[in-house]
């Protein structure tokens, strides 16, 4: 008893008691745009981007959707323009909101949906598939619960079955084998049921864009009301994310 004592004392205060506040360290987040001139037909950072999420060179436009956060753009521009910081609150509810530039250097503030509110304010259930992923968005998906986030607390939980489920949170970039699987999971939701796209690979494509094994329509078919950009998004963008939304207030 004692020695179990000593190592909880040891852990310290596991849990973050504001999420709203909370700044996550070492963690590579939004890019940053300086407001400095690019040089003349230098294209440096978008030849070094894996995914073109440089949507435009003069000025500066990056497409959040598209970015994987790797940082090759910072390094490769001769002006020093890119960095990158720990901001994580990049969650957005429509697709152009997810452009950001100089003189928007983040994604608009969510406003809360009245009607989302008054449905799921206070009980949400959400079913995660996994639709190609590389296991790293999922892995995020799973720390929500965990004691440091403990998004339960405010009455939103991940579920097993989807005929309990609310909302479906859609990983990964869709894969042609799990367009069935995907489309029978959302059928199996109750209605009102909601989608959320988790990750650059869910609302982009992100690294598999333009492979040949990827099937997207369903996305085209069910819009997502919540856009968390990323590879893989940081815990607290899903959890800030989802409180604006549905206007949840710390406590």
């Known amino acids: ?22 700044v996550p360290a070492n963690f590579r987040g939004v890019p940053v745009i300086g407001a400095g ?8 950072c978008a030849d070094a981007c894996p995914t073109e999420a440089f949507r435009a060179l003069d000025p500066l436009e ?3 959707g598209r970015c994987i956060q790797c940082g090759d753009c910072a390094p490769v521009c001769p002006e020093k323009k890119l960095t990158f ?5 990049t969650a957005a509810i429509r697709r152009e909101d997810l452009l950001i530039s100089a003189a928007r250097p983040m994604p608009p503030p969510i406003a809360v949906s009245e009607a989302l509110r008054k449905q799921f304010g ?10 190609g992923g590389c296991n790293g968005c ?8 965990n004691v440091n986030f403990d998004l339960g607390r405010y009455g939103i939980e991940f579920i097993a079955s989807p005929r309990h489920a609310d909302g479906l949170v859609i990983s990964g970039p869709i894969t042609r084998n799990m367009v069935e699987p995907l489309q029978l999971c959302f059928d199996a939701m109750p209605r009102p049921r909601v989608v959320l796209a988790y990750g650059a690979c869910a609302i982009s494509g992100g690294l598999f864009a333009q492979a040949p094994q990827i ?9 997502a009301i919540l856009l968390l950009p990323g590879c893989p998004p940081h815990p607290l963008t899903l959890v ?8 949840i207030a710390v406590r």
């Open 1 to 22: 008893m004692l020695r179990s004592l000593r190592v909880r004392i040891s852990q310290g205060r596991q849990y973050i008691g504001d999420l709203r506040a909370a």
């Open 37 to 44: 001139a690019c040089a003349t037909g230098c294209r440096a």
């Open 62 to 64: 990056i497409d959040l």
């Open 85 to 89: 910081s720990s901001n994580c609150h």
């Open 122 to 131: 206070r009980s949400l259930r959400l079913r995660s598939v996994s639709a």
């Open 138 to 145: 999922e892995s995020e998906l799973n720390a929500v619960g």
């Open 215 to 223: 099937e997207r329509q369903f996305l085209d078919a069910n819009v």
């Open 240 to 247: 800030n994310g989802l409180m604006d939304l549905l206007g």
